[in-house]
Structure formats: structure tokens, C-alpha cells
């Protein structure tokens, strides 16, 4: 196994996520198999319980695990599917080192960070870098890994201090140290300053790690001058120094590398030039130039809670990005505060009351995104009002299909108490409720988690077809609260459909609006499990509802055309295959929609 290490220095947020997807990408290119581990110091056992404000938004794994947004990343670049496992904390590692001291397992000697935390830190990454996650068998050729925070950070000593240890422990020309540095520009002087990187480099050679290769984060790139100065100082070959420069998009990155010759720099350091070939990026850079090449707009109005950080809905905004790419649309997203829409917002802040509606009001369709507590519910109940009255289209996920049960009750049965548990908990008419299996003591681990079949209830449905009218789909859920299953019948008479429902048939998982051009809720993350070249069927069917082209993505029979005037884009897809539930005959899927060829 070889391993590339990915660290960071001088400020957070210089994109070490994006550039060890972006790695992975590359060695995938040249034919390598590949897999992925992030390691988050923070003693939080997992990222479920902290708010998108502190950390962005919480990505949720096949198997459950609610982990870091990096790891949405990793998947949606490399196409694999990671592990709950793949995402270290200090939280998990504490806690199974304690574990082992309360069996005994150490022997009665004195349990330390050296050697105990650093030997459980190696023997994680070994263990967990040998899962394959691209659906073959056996383990991959070579583990990116990520070490967030930056270098300096007291949190991040042990990992440190493991990584260290485990370079010398796998060996030379195993082990790849790529420091992704600052480099940069003093507006007075217009001079890109080297000095952050050297003290970067400085502080982590002090701490054992050396590196090999330096990335450097510029607004442009590096001088030829600049790198001279930076090899010379950092002791790092001139021709290992690359930049990262500002581009249009993210997903330029990985032939940004391949320009610099980046895959040649890390084969030679891990002793892979025998065997890798040219990597070939055609496609990923032909779907980057497509996306900065678009210029008509299709506007889409995300209405959340926290929308005043773009992080706290990263897979929402990627899986918007995958379909309009798909329909050849420009993606305009318009941040709509849900409280913002309140009456009492217009009382205390006419203007931002004014300035809300006034987005709302000229967007081409309306998504309503997951969501905890009750802040800003009114707003997006009222948001889902204004989609189903002005026939725009409309989608809801987790708790945005919560509300547009809530506002269709309201609204239509009049029931006008109708709410949820979660928020009035002595509604008379509660249309959500508290999920019977649910715990209402413990938060972390506790909802309803990962990947769930959704079967499907009404074949002729706008979401059945949108999944190419396979019998079921397998999606991500991440909630506590559904839609009260007494209430279904009434809603259902009113007009309300419930195109699928869970393997008892007791729990509604999408609802649609049959009377609507486009109004569908979903109560699992379909986010989650869209890719580049493979959007979200729901987001998809958002995407060209929005701009008029919904047959073209449902008909079948005008999907052929549409593929000859787009593009490639992914409603049908062949994958491996899953036994179905309850008897039901296999089908062929991937990523939870099929029935069919991708065609590119």
C-alpha cells in the first residue's frame, strides 16, 4: 500500500480537501485504484452533533456514519464509497484506546499518547486504507490522507507525532508528504510573499514530517523567481513545488495538477513509474470547460437556515451543479434567509422581509433543504406555499418535505394547527411526528441513518420516472421526525401523493403534488449520492422543471434526443446488483437509479 499525506498550513481553508480529491482523481487517471481518509483532531466522536455554523454540513455514508464534509469530496470525485471508518477523530480514537485500557487489554502498564494513542492512530489508517471502496475486490493501490486543522494546532500533536512514526514505518517510497502552504499577495507591493510557506515548512520539518512536495495557494501562478526562492528555503526540488491557483471551478484542479505534472512527481516518490501510464483526464476536463462555458441561467432559490454559509449545504449546491451542467444550465443559487419570509421579520426588518420575497419571487424553482430546529420553519412552510400556489417548481429534502406536508394541511385540509412534534410538540394536528425507534436522550447516532430503500408506490409518478420506473431506490436519510402515518389516508384524499414508501409501507419517503408541474419532497438526502456526470434524478427533474425540459428527462422517448442536444447526462445507469426487498425481483442500479446505459 502507498500512502500520500495531504497537510496545511499557515490558515485554514486553503482548499486540502479539494487538492487530495483532486490527487486521487489524478492517480485514479493513471489507472491506480484509490481510496480515501480524513483525520479531524476535534474530540467530537463524529460530526453529527455540531452545527453547520462550526463545521459546514454533515455528510452521511452508506453505513450511517455522519462524518466531514470532506469526505462528500472524496466521493463525489473519486466515484467510491467510503466507511464511517474512513474518518478519523480524536473523539473515536480516545475512545477505543480507553475501551481497550477497561479490558485489560494493555497489560496494567500506564496508558499513554506515546506509544499507545500514536500505535492505535497507525493501526486505524492500516486497517481502514485495505477496505476497498470502489466496489472491486482486494485493497487499493494507494490512500489518500488528509490531516485537517493546521500544522501548528495543538489538537493535531498526536496525529502528528503517529505520522511521523508511520513514514518511518512503511518506508521509503511509501509515503508521500504533500503541504499545501499560503502563497500571497501584499496588494501595496503586488509581490508574492514566500515567508508564510517557510515557516509552514519550518514548523513541520521541527515536528518530524518532511515534506515532499509543496502546493502552494496563490491568486495566480507562482513565479518562476517565487519557486526558486521556495525550493532553496523549504528544501523541496523545484520542479516538486506546484501551484494552485485561482480557476473558475473546482473540478479544473485535477488537470491543473496534470499540466504541472504532478502524477509523474508522486509516482516517482512512491516508486510507481514502472507502472503508471498517462492519465487520462479528457472527460473531467471537458465536463470543467462545459461548466465555465454556460451562460444560460436557471436560478434556484435554496431557502434555509443557514444560508449565510455556503458549506452548511455543500452536497445540496453540488448535486444543483451536477444537473444544470446536465441540462447545459448556467446555475444561478439566490440564498433566501427562511426567517427572513416571516411576518415577523416584516415587522422587525422591512427590508430584509422585502429583499427575501423579492428572490423568491424571481427564481425559476425553489428548493427547501434538511434542517434542524425551529428557526425559520415558518419561512420555509411559507416558501413551499408560494412554489405549490405559483406552480413553481418545488423540492423539498428531509425536513423540506416535512413542511410541504405541514403547508399542504394547513392549506388545503385547512387544518390550520397542522405542524410537527418537533416544533409543537400539543398541535392538535400533528401531520409529523417522533419516530417510534428514536431516542430522545441521545442525539448522536440516534436518527434514522444512511443508505434505506424507498420503494416505490405510484408507477406513474414524476419521481419513478425521473428514476427510469425502477421497482426501488436505495438513498441516504439523516432524521427523527416523519410524517405521521395517521394522517397519510387524509392527505392522500386531498390530493397529495405518496409515490414511495419504506420496505413496511408505514413510512412515507416521497410525496408529490400530481396537479403540479414539478413539487416533489423527499425525505432521504438525494444529495448525497450525486456525482459529477451522474446528477441526482431529483435534482435533475428540479434542474429541467425549472427550465421548461421536464418530459425531456422523464419520456423515454425523447430522452435520445435530448442526449444528441445536451449532452451526457445520467438517468439510466448499469451498476451492481442488490436483492430487492419483500421477494421483489432484482434490478440494476448504482447509486440508487437505474435501468438502463449511461450514455456519454
Known amino acids: 500500500m502507498k500512502y500520500v499525506l495531504v497537510t496545511g498550513g499557515v490558515v485554514s481553508g486553503l482548499g ?52 466531514d464534509l470532506d469526505l462528500g469530496n472524496y466521493e463525489r470525485f473519486l466515484d467510491i464509497k467510503l466507511t464511517r471508518d474512513n474518518n478519523i477523530t480524536t473523539g473515536k480514537i480516545y475512545q477505543h484506546v480507553i475501551a481497550k485500557e477497561r479490558k485489560g487489554d494493555y497489560l496494567g502498564k500506564t496508558v499513554q499518547v506515546v506509544p499507545h494513542i500514536t500505535d492505535a492512530i497507525q493501526e486505524w489508517i492500516e486497517r ?20 485537517g486543522g493546521t500544522i501548528g494546532d495543538i489538537e493535531s500533536a498526536p496525529f502528528i507525532e503517529a505520522l511521523g512514526q508511520f513514514s518511518y514505518r512503511v518506508g521509503h517510497g511509501n509515503f508521500c508528504l504533500v503541504h499545501v502552504s499560503l502563497v500571497p499577495v501584499l496588494n501595496v507591493v503586488g509581490e508574492q510573499k514566500t515567508k508564510p510557506t517557510q515557516h509552514s515548512v519550518r514548523g513541520l520539518r521541527g515536528l518530524g514530517l518532511i515534506p515532499d512536495i509543496l502546493a502552494c495557494r496563490s491568486t495566480k501562478a507562482l513565479e518562476e523567481n517565487v519557486k526558486e526562492k521556495l525550493a532553496q528555503f523549504c528544501h523541496v526540488p523545484l520542479e516538486n513545488i506546484f501551484t494552485l491557483y485561482d480557476v473558475p471551478n473546482i473540478w479544473h484542479i485535477p488537470r491543473l495538477l496534470k499540466d504541472q505534472k504532478a502524477h509523474l512527481v508522486i509516482s516517482k516518490v512512491l516508486n510507481l513509474a514502472s507502472i503508471v501510464k498517462e492519465p487520462s ?30 458549506d452548511a449545504y455543500l452536497s445540496v449546491l453540488k448535486a444543483l451543479l451536477h444537473a444544470s451542467v446536465a441540462c447545459r444550465k448556467k446555475l444561478v443559487v439566490d440564498w433566501v434567509p427562511a426567517c427572513d419570509l416571516e411576518k415577523e421579520t416584516e415587522k422587525e426588518n422591512p427590508n430584509a422581509y422585502k429583499a427575501a420575497w423579492k428572490l423568491l419571487k424571481g427564481v425559476d424553482g425553489v428548493l427547501v433543504p434538511g434542517g434542524f430546529g425551529d428557526r425559520g420553519v415558518e419561512g420555509k412552510i411559507l416558501a413551499a406555499k408560494y412554489a405549490r400556489e405559483n406552480k413553481i417548481p418545488f423540492l423539498g429534502i428531509c425536513l423540506g418535505m416535512q413542511v410541504a406536508v405541514i403547508e399542504f394541511a394547513r392549506s388545503v385540509l385547512c387544518l390550520h394547527d397542522a405542524n410537527s412534534t418537533e416544533f409543537k410538540p400539543e398541535t392538535k394536528h400533528p401531520c409529523i411526528v417522533f419516530m417510534p425507534e428514536g431516542s430522545r436522550t441521545h442525539m448522536g447516532g440516534t436518527m434514522r441513518l444512511g443508505s434505506r430503500i424507498s420503494i416505490f408506490s405510484a408507477k406513474h409518478s414524476k419521481s419513478a420516472k425521473l428514476y427510469g420506473n425502477q421497482t426501488f431506490v436505495d438513498e441516504r436519510h439523516r432524521h427523527r421526525y416523519e410524517v405521521n402515518p395517521d394522517m397519510v389516508e387524509r392527505l392522500e384524499k386531498a390530493g397529495l401523493s405518496f409515490a414511495a414508501k419504506d420496505e413496511t409501507g408505514k413510512r412515507m419517503e416521497i410525496v ?35 427550465c421548461g425540459d421536464l418530459d425531456s428527462v422523464m419520456n423515454p422517448a425523447s430522452a435520445h434526443q435530448y442526449l444528441i442536444s445536451n449532452g451526457p447526462r445520467n438517468v439510466f445507469v448499469n451498476g451492481t446488483s442488490k436483492k430487492a426487498p419483500n421477494g421483489l425481483a432484482d434490478v440494476r442500479h448504482n447509486n440508487g437509479y437505474s435501468n438502463g446505459h449511461y450514455t456519454r
Not at 281 to 309: F, M, N, Q
Not at 520 to 526: E, K, N, V
Open 16 to 67: 486540502k480537501g479539494v487538492t487530495a480529491s483532486s490527487i486521487g482523481v489524478l492517480l485514479k487517471a493513471c489507472g491506480l485504484r484509490v481510496t480515501s481518509i480524513k483525520i479531524d483532531p476535534y474530540l467530537n466522536t463524529d460530526a453529527g452533533t455540531m452545527s453547520p455554523f462550526e463545521h459546514g454540513e454533515v455528510f452521511v455514508l452508506d453505513d450511517g456514519g455522519e462524518v
Open 281 to 310: 483526464l479528457e472527460e473531467w476536463t471537458s465536463r470543467a470547460e462545459l461548466c465555465a462555458d454556460l451562460h444560460v441561467p436557471v436560478r434556484i432559490a435554496v431557502v434555509g437556515k443557514y444560508t449565510s454559509l455556503s
Open 512 to 546: 408529490e403534488l400530481p396537479s403540479h408541474p414539478f413539487f416533489i419532497g423527499a425525505q432521504f438526502h438525494p444529495e448525497y449520492k450525486s456525482r459529477p456526470g451522474k446528477a441526482s434524478p431529483l435534482f435533475l427533474g428540479l434542474i429541467a422543471a425549472s
Open 128 to 147: 481502514v486504507a485495505a477496505i476497498p471502496v470502489d466496489g472491486e475486490e482486494g485493497p487499493a493501490d494507494v490512500c489518500v490522507i488528509e490531516l
